[in-house]
């Protein structure tokens, strides 16, 4: 069994950023500053929001999120973009693993390093070990996981120089111990991707919503 449900854990983010979202949103306010066809300049501001304000801007074939939330720019064979972002019964609302594949490159990191991946990874490899290495889980996590200030697992560097360290240190006592970090998939979505994937189709509804014809 793999150590992290990656579409569990995406499904409990993404809830995550919806439901912060859901507060953030209110108030907003949308301005067309541009609007020709595939050609479009929408700024956004919202003032409950910790990031003020966002702006879309579309041309054919690109749609680029800017502003508090980084800057993403989305690339498709579409004419317009706008329309992958656009709510449909038919497909998902918020679709961050199809939506990563359309960053153009040199646009924003779509995945991060996750503390929480790599020490579920370590429990996994100690419960695998524990019959060959009786004692390992307590050395774990006292020597690893306990928060002590020389060992940093807060960043993918940090957790490899921590596992290197450990198994140096205990190599007399766990002959042959190694921790399979390179299996490990230490990577999450960024909040700040995952918050942007729900604030896409959002903007792309007030949007829609504003050139509705009344009556």
């Known amino acids: 069994m793999d150590a992290v449900d990656p579409y569990e854990e995406l499904k409990k983010h993404k809830a995550e950023a919806e439901a912060r979202f859901a507060f953030e949103a209110e108030g907003a306010r949308m301005t067309v500053l541009r609007d020709e066809g595939p050609y479009r300049h929408l700024r956004f501001d919202l003032p409950r929001a910790s990031w003020d304000w966002c702006e879309v801007l579309t041309w054919p ?11 993403w720019l989305f690339v498709d064979v579409g004419e317009d ?3 992958m972002f656009r709510p449909d019964a038919s497909s998902e609302r918020v679709n961050p693993l199809y939506w990563e594949g359309k960053l153009a490159p040199g646009s924003g990191t779509a995945r991060v390093y996750s503390k929480d991946r790599a020490v579920v990874y370590i429990r996994e490899a100690v419960a695998d070990l524990a019959n060959d290495f009786p004692g390992l889980a307590g050395d774990v996590d006292s020597d690893l996981l306990d928060g002590r200030p020389a060992t940093d697992l807060s960043t993918e560097g940090g957790l490899r120089a921590a596992l290197a360290a450990f198994e140096e240190l205990h190599g007399c006592s766990y002959e042959g111990l190694r921790f399979p970090v390179e299996s490990w998939d230490l990577e999450r979505f960024a909040p ?8 896409l189709p959002w903007a792309v509804e007030q949007y829609d919503a504003q050139l509705a014809p009344v009556g």
């Open 61 to 71: 074939g690109a749609l680029v999120l800017h502003g508090g939330l980084g800057s």
């Open 81 to 83: 973009v706008i329309t």
């Open 192 to 199: 700040w991707f995952l918050l942007s994937c729900v604030v």
